[in-house]
């Protein structure tokens, strides 16, 4: 009776296993092409100056509309890139995309200062040469390096430090910013900062959303502000979703807040109308 319990489970298990298999499969034949489709587009989140609320730049987050599965998150679809080795193609395009547009932003006034952060992934990072495409995506579209910024996350750090270092010292010879993401969520972030000198970290949502009702994810931000800028590194917190939030990281000399209270990611359109309005 077991047994066959057991086995009818088992055989459940392993049919609900093929499916997510074949979704898989099937995400990464679509997401093959789908940049020459027109089915993914950029999309720009306001990044501000906490001490007067200027806008001083944009996370640039890449967007897929699939014409029969609608919009598929980046927290699936990115990882399917990375897995897939697709991300290698993609990163690039979102890359130079996004060089080509900061430079439209000029036209307007306040554009001109205004920076693109560009998130990375691993693999990225361990194939070919990111500094190369790097300065090949500056050159063709002439942004300044300084208003271009790069975000890795710690796991991307993890495990290969020595890499990280020295790009991040070609990154910072051509005058590119460098960013650690979700900074908090891995396990050793002081020992990344020694070995890999970043100019910002971004504090993960996660410590921003428990932080009213939370003592030690407060304490934990409260900190980890202090320590960078006793290391001289900017402080940026991601996911402010409330003034009480906005109010608590401002206290404690955040130096960029960026999060739903603030902006939601826009289409370049609606942010060059944010720039014609903005004081
Ligand atoms: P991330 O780099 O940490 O980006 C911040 C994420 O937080 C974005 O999610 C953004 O829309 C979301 N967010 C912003 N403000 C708030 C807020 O107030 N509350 C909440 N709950 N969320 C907020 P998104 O766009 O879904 O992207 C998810 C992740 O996918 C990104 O996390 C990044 O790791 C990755 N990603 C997105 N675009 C790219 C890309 O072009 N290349 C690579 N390699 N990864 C990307
Ligand atoms: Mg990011
Ligand atoms: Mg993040
Ligand atoms: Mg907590």
């Not at 890449?62 to 080795?85: C, D, K, N, T, Y």
């Not at 130079?96 to 430079?103: F, H, L, P, T, Y």
């Not at 980890?224 to 800028?229: E, G, K, R, S, T």
């Amino acid at each position: 009776q077991a047994k066959l319990a057991g086995k009818n489970c088992y055989r459940y298990y392993s049919r609900a296993m093929d499916h997510a298999v074949e979704r898989r499969v099937h995400m990464e034949q679509e997401l093959r092409g789908a940049w020459e489709r027109g089915e993914l587009h950029l999309v720009y989140q306001p990044i501000y100056r906490t001490r007067d609320r200027r806008l001083v730049g944009v996370e640039v987050l890449l967007r897929w509309q699939h014409p029969q599965l609608g919009a598929i998150p980046p927290s699936v679809f990115i990882q399917v890139a990375e897995q897939s080795g697709l991300i290698e193609q993609l990163g690039p395009k979102v890359l130079r995309a996004a060089c080509m547009e900061a430079r439209r932003w000029e036209a307007v006034a306040g554009g001109e200062q205004l920076f693109v952060s560009v998130n990375v992934s691993p693999r990225q990072l361990r194939n070919g040469d990111l500094s190369d495409v790097v300065v090949a995506c500056l050159a063709e579209s002439g942004l300044p390096a300084s208003r271009l910024h790069i975000e890795l996350t710690e796991t991307a750090v993890i495990g290969d430090e020595m890499l990280a270092a020295s790009l991040l010292d070609k990154l910072h010879r051509h005058g590119v910013k460098v960013w650690l993401d979700d900074f908090g969520t891995g396990f050793s972030g002081l020992s990344h900062l020694r070995q890999v000198p970043v100019d910002g970290v971004k504090i993960d949502k996660s410590f921003v959303a428990d932080m009213q009702r939370d003592p030690d994810d407060l304490a934990l931000t409260t900190a980890i502000i202090a320590m960078c800028h006793a290391l001289g590194i900017t402080v940026v917190a991601e996911g402010i979703e409330q003034e009480a939030q906005f109010d608590l990281l401002a206290q404690r000399s955040c130096d960029l807040v960026q999060g739903y209270w603030l902006g939601r990611p826009l289409s370049s359109t609606q942010l060059v109308q944010l720039l014609k309005t903005s004081p």
